[in-house]
């Protein structure tokens, strides 16, 4: 079978099965959009449909894929430089399941694990029965946000728990930060154990040379990519890819085919064999245009010095060009100095210099003149460009800004520019910090599994009374969907006042059996 780049097999064979116009006597109940003939609103939805099939002669099956799917999927690793590529119709979570699934067999495996991860991290850990060290991430010093372990961090963890299966990280987080993982990677495979990474941020990482190095480039044996976050699949679009032999990858198919469907969407396999020929067809060419409109975003907001991005410290050598060996070194003292030393230029972290508006009220003046950002914490506003935005975009943004900034409410009353209140220069802790008691770069193993707290077992209290209670579920704000509190956690006065604060900004919660956040199931006192 050949693998010419510029085809989309899958979405090739799909247009073939339409054009030829056969009754259907199979699933879905739709036929082929038929349902909707007669009514105008559904007629987008009917072209959907049109190619939204099941696994009929000529269309492959994606748990067992021999043709299309497949051609597909090899044409996957070609391009992102895997050698083994795998589709995914449930987004990066059911990647992180069964990369987690494939890695702990057996109840009581341990896993090294960043302590900041997306709660799908956290699921897939309950399912396999695994207990997890938590490391501890970097934090940048400026914002205050939290990164990535570093590698010394990560190989001080192996050196205590040799027994360890694999080491789990995310890069980049939500907010575009990150490092070069290639120290990372080898501190693993030193210890004979695979580096997993959540890269659900960084499916368009080492596409282009303004780009980030990809975790796969600098070793990693399992990357997990939302295809649909940063690139041009459908929603629920991602990868996994494998290389090396530290991963059992007959076991790896075996998991994906658990937690995917039996019946997975071909539109959405069609979206993502449309993402990776539109790399394949145009190069770094497809994000010249994205960069010419973040570029254009970052030159406009020089004009409105109230508002800054949150970005890593650019060292003279960078600008001037350094030794080869000084340049490495540097970029690493600058990693430990601020928490990061890599950040996606297509991600904006916005703030407002004044304080006056925190993030959450930036996000409602910003989609009031119809810009809608990815998300907001107590201090930033994070926006997104990608390979799909225009000068226009930027404009728009910019013009938004200028507005906000003219607005006689959010006029700065205590001196400009740089005169931030002194509690309003960094944020709380954004994760849980469970089980560490402050002193190590780890904490000791938490064993995770699937039993229930009982009802019996706790009761709800106001959060404002919370502290000094032991928390009965997990408490998450969403986005990013990284845990605040897990089960089992005692709320600090610290954490129930961060609560109160996101409650009152309007921060979502998933997790929470209160979705208000007024109370907390917490355990009984004995």
């Excluded at 449309?274 to 394949?280: D, E, K």
């Excluded at 060292?315 to 928490?339: C, K, M, T, V």
Aim: charged share 20%; net charge negative.
């Amino acid at each position: 079978m050949g693998k010419k780049a510029s085809h989309a097999p899958l979405m090739e064979a799909l247009l073939r099965y339409r054009a030829q116009d056969n009754a259907s006597y199979h699933v879905p109940g739709h036929k082929n959009g038929q349902v909707y003939e007669n009514e105008d609103m559904a007629s987008l939805l009917k072209e959907v449909m049109s190619i939204d099939v099941t696994e009929i002669t000529g269309l492959d099956d994606l748990h067992h894929p021999e043709d299309v799917i497949r051609e597909g999927q090899e044409l996957s690793a070609m391009c992102f430089g895997a050698e083994e590529s795998f589709w995914l119709i449930g987004g990066s979570t059911v990647g992180n399941l069964a990369m987690i699934l494939t890695v702990c067999t057996e109840p009581g495996d341990l896993l090294l694990v960043q302590r900041n991860v997306h709660k799908s991290v956290l699921n897939g850990l309950m399912l396999s029965g695994a207990a997890a060290v938590f490391l501890e991430p970097e934090i940048d010093t400026t914002s205050g946000l939290a990164v990535a372990p570093s590698a010394s961090t990560i190989q001080t963890a192996l050196e205590a728990y040799p027994s360890a299966k694999g080491v789990l990280i995310t890069l980049p987080n939500y907010y575009g930060m990150g490092h070069d993982l290639t120290a990372t990677a080898k501190a693993c495979h030193a210890a004979h154990v695979p580096l997993l990474v959540d890269e659900a941020h960084g499916a368009h990482y080492g596409l282009h040379p303004r780009l980030p190095a990809s975790a796969l480039s600098c070793g990693a044996d399992v990357v997990v990519q939302s295809t649909h976050k940063m690139l041009s699949a459908m929603t629920m679009g991602a990868m996994l890819h494998v290389q090396g032999g530290r991963i059992n990858r007959e076991l790896l198919r075996q998991r994906l085919a658990m937690v995917q469907s039996s019946s997975p969407s071909y539109p959405l396999m069609a979206s993502l064999d449309l993402a990776r020929r539109h790399i394949a067809v145009h190069g770094a060419n497809a994000f010249t245009e994205g960069l010419v409109a973040a570029d254009a975003f970052r030159k406009g907001l020089k004009q409105l010095p109230r508002f800054r991005l949150v970005e890593p410290i650019q060292l003279a050598h960078q600008e001037n060009g350094a030794q080869e060996g000084i340049s490495e070194r540097l970029e690493r003292d600058e990693r430990e100095a601020y928490g990061y030393s890599t950040h996606d230029p297509f991600k904006m972290v916005l703030y407002d210099t004044f304080g006056v508006l925190d993030g959450f009220g930036l996000k409602r003046e910003l989609e009031a003149y119809g810009c809608i950002p990815e998300m907001s914490d107590e201090k930033h506003v994070v926006l997104l460009f990608t390979l799909g935005s225009t000068l226009k975009d930027a404009k728009h943004l910019l013009q938004a800004l200028v507005h906000i900034n003219n607005d006689i409410r959010f006029k700065e009353t205590a001196g400009g520019p740089g005169s931030m209140r002194k509690e309003q220069c960094g944020l709380d802790l954004d994760f849980s910090t469970w089980n560490n008691d402050g002193t190590m770069v780890y904490s000791s193993p938490v064993q995770f599994g699937l039993q229930p707290v009982k009802p019996d077992q706790m009761e709800v209290v106001a959060v404002e009374d919370s502290a000094g209670r032991v928390a009965a579920e997990m408490i998450i704000p969403y986005p990013p969907g990284i845990p605040l509190l897990y089960a089992g956690e005692t709320i600090t006065e610290s954490i129930a006042k961060r609560m109160r604060r996101l409650r009152e900004l309007g921060a979502k919660w998933q997790g929470a059996a209160d979705e208000r956040l007024l109370t907390i199931r917490v355990f009984r006192l004995k």
